[in-house]
């Protein structure tokens, strides 16, 4: 079917508004807490993870004995028996995620506790354990954050009612159905008042969830809320957003476990957009495409996750704790900064260097003072393996125009000692240069 104008101008709005659903907003200290961190892990599953599938849309515009066999059926199926819920604490902690974001109801309305509201729901499954209580407790045991991802777009419940499963009708949005607000609302209560996450992240169609963002905030008003409150883009770079926001990506082409078909991205372009969004002040939230149907991460997931983890490892300081600096790059160059430390951080995008190897590099919008010191992140800057003749050490000089840095990469992180990722250079006692 054409593409008319209404549907383009349709498009554009929900682009422009990002799902920014309510005119309330969270807490200005809370919001700063947000922005710290850097880096979010998704564990994204539902009841039909099990087939490697696209998580709840198939619902939509399904068959009335597929809707049967999907809503009666596939709960008898659901069987993560290797499900470990502090594993995967151990995981982020190790690799560096400051937050947790794990599914409570999708869009088909298959709950991941042990709700009163309805039977779809995890206890009523060959599994039979209280999933996001078991999450809660393993977080909260390493001291990571937890986010709830919640959707109002319940299949679940329009099936159960006689209506055809759907996202844009008036039925399936909790603003034009007071059944379905309140059992929402219902809902949301359990998750707060038993569960107490740090977040929330709303998934609605358009503008279906602005009465359940304000209503957990009448509950906890200290929440944060990503999406539904601060712009989440999806999948897409914006260059025009800048912090605070949640940009949504997955390792491969979809959110939960997909058995097969994929293609996944590389830990370089995974870091990359790790460090753009952190340039502009915004926090990446990284679908890692599993728990799978046993309740494990699939390992070419977890390479993916444990790359990043040892450039965090490297890394870390640079993305998170930090602020947009007064320009996002230059070229392949992108900055953070550390306002209370006056510290810069350059994030070399450029091709990758071997052991041993010297770049180097011209800024114009960092200029060194006369108590700056410049090193490269994790290493000593004092030995070269093996060479003992070379002192790697970073050099600077700044002219009227410029900041000349030239630097060797002189730590072996790979047997074979290439590594494919970026460097980080750390500038103290920074102070900003022209910005064209």
């Given at each position: 079917?054409?593409?008319?104008?209404?549907?383009?101008?349709?498009?554009?709005?929900?682009?422009?508004?990002?799902?920014?659903?309510?005119?309330?907003?969270?807490?200005?200290?809370?919001?700063?807490?947000?922005?710290?961190?850097?880096?979010?892990?998704?564990?994204?599953?539902?009841?039909?993870?099990?087939?490697?599938?696209?998580?709840?849309?198939?619902?939509?515009?399904?068959?009335?004995?597929?809707?049967?066999?999907?809503?009666?059926?596939?709960?008898?199926?659901?069987?993560?028996?290797?499900?470990?819920?502090?594993?995967?604490?151990?995981?982020?902690?190790?690799?560096?995620?400051?937050?947790?974001?794990?599914?409570?109801?999708?869009?088909?309305?298959?709950?991941?506790?042990?709700?009163?509201?309805?039977?779809?729901?995890?206890?009523?499954?060959?599994?039979?354990?209280?999933?996001?209580?078991?999450?809660?407790?393993?977080?909260?045991?390493?001291?990571?954050?937890?986010?709830?991802?919640?959707?109002?777009?319940?299949?679940?419940?329009?099936?159960?009612?006689?209506?055809?499963?759907?996202?844009?009708?008036?039925?399936?949005?909790?603003?034009?159905?007071?059944?379905?607000?309140?059992?929402?609302?219902?809902?949301?209560?359990?998750?707060?008042?038993?569960?107490?996450?740090?977040?929330?992240?709303?998934?609605?169609?358009?503008?279906?969830?602005?009465?359940?963002?304000?209503?957990?905030?009448?509950?906890?008003?200290?929440?944060?809320?990503?999406?539904?409150?601060?712009?989440?883009?999806?999948?897409?770079?914006?260059?025009?957003?800048?912090?605070?926001?949640?940009?949504?990506?997955?390792?491969?082409?979809?959110?939960?476990?997909?058995?097969?078909?994929?293609?996944?991205?590389?830990?370089?372009?995974?870091?990359?957009?790790?460090?753009?969004?952190?340039?502009?002040?915004?926090?990446?939230?990284?679908?890692?495409?599993?728990p799978d149907a046993d309740g494990q991460l699939p390992r070419d997931m977890d390479d993916r996750v444990r790359e990043i983890?040892?450039?965090?490892?490297?890394?870390?300081?640079?993305?998170?704790?930090?602020?947009?600096?007064?320009?996002?790059?230059?070229?392949?160059?992108?900055?953070?900064?550390?306002?209370?430390?006056?510290?810069?951080?350059?994030?070399?995008?450029?091709?990758?260097?071997?052991?041993?190897?010297?770049?180097?590099?011209?800024?114009?919008?960092?200029?060194?003072?006369?108590?700056?010191?410049?090193?490269?992140?994790?290493?000593?800057?004092?030995?070269?393996?093996?060479?003992?003749?070379?002192?790697?050490?970073?050099?600077?000089?700044?002219?009227?125009?410029?900041?000349?840095?030239?630097?060797?990469?002189?730590?072996?992180?790979?047997?074979?000692?290439?590594?494919?990722?970026?460097?980080?250079?750390?500038?103290?006692?920074?102070?900003?240069?022209?910005?064209?």
């Open positions: 079917m054409p593409t008319t104008a209404d549907d383009s101008s349709q498009r554009e709005q929900d682009r422009a508004s990002q799902a920014v659903y309510t005119n309330m907003s969270n807490l200005p200290a809370r919001l700063a807490w947000y922005q710290d961190m850097a880096l979010g892990m998704y564990l994204y599953w539902t009841v039909d993870a099990p087939f490697g599938m696209v998580n709840a849309h198939s619902v939509i515009g399904a068959s009335a004995d597929y809707l049967q066999r999907y809503f009666t059926q596939l709960p008898r199926f659901f069987y993560p028996r290797l499900f470990d819920a502090e594993w995967y604490a151990r995981l982020a902690k190790l690799c560096g995620f400051d937050y947790v974001t794990v599914p409570a109801k999708n869009h088909n309305g298959f709950c991941m506790w042990d709700t009163a509201t309805t039977d779809f729901n995890v206890m009523n499954t060959p599994y039979g354990q209280d999933i996001l209580r078991q999450y809660v407790e393993a977080f909260r045991k390493y001291d990571i954050p937890l986010s709830f991802y919640f959707s109002p777009d319940d299949a679940w419940f329009q099936w159960r009612r006689g209506k055809v499963p759907a996202r844009a009708r008036d039925y399936a949005n909790p603003e034009y159905n007071s059944e379905l607000l309140e059992y929402g609302q219902a809902q949301i209560r359990e998750l707060i008042e038993r569960y107490q996450p740090d977040m929330l992240c709303f998934d609605g169609y358009r503008q279906a969830t602005r009465s359940l963002v304000e209503y957990a905030w009448s509950l906890r008003r200290d929440l944060i809320i990503t999406r539904g409150a601060i712009v989440t883009p999806e999948q897409e770079r914006r260059d025009d957003v800048r912090g605070p926001f949640e940009a949504h990506y997955t390792i491969g082409t979809q959110w939960q476990y997909k058995a097969g078909n994929d293609q996944l991205k590389s830990g370089r372009e995974l870091i990359e957009l790790l460090v753009d969004i952190r340039s502009r002040g915004g926090t990446l939230l990284l679908a890692v495409g599993g983890g040892l450039w965090n490892f490297v890394n870390g300081e640079a993305t998170r704790g930090i602020r947009p600096w007064q320009a996002t790059r230059e070229g392949d160059l992108y900055f953070t900064w550390d306002k209370a430390r006056g510290t810069v951080y350059i994030l070399d995008l450029g091709p990758a260097l071997e052991m041993g190897e010297w770049r180097t590099i011209n800024v114009q919008s960092v200029r060194a003072s006369n108590q700056t010191e410049i090193v490269v992140l994790g290493q000593s800057g004092t030995v070269l393996e093996y060479q003992p003749e070379v002192i790697p050490e970073t050099r600077w000089e700044q002219s009227d125009d410029w900041l000349k840095i030239t630097y060797c990469r002189a730590q072996r992180l790979y047997n074979n000692r290439k590594w494919p990722n970026p460097l980080a250079l750390k500038v103290t006692h920074a102070q900003p240069g022209r910005v064209n």
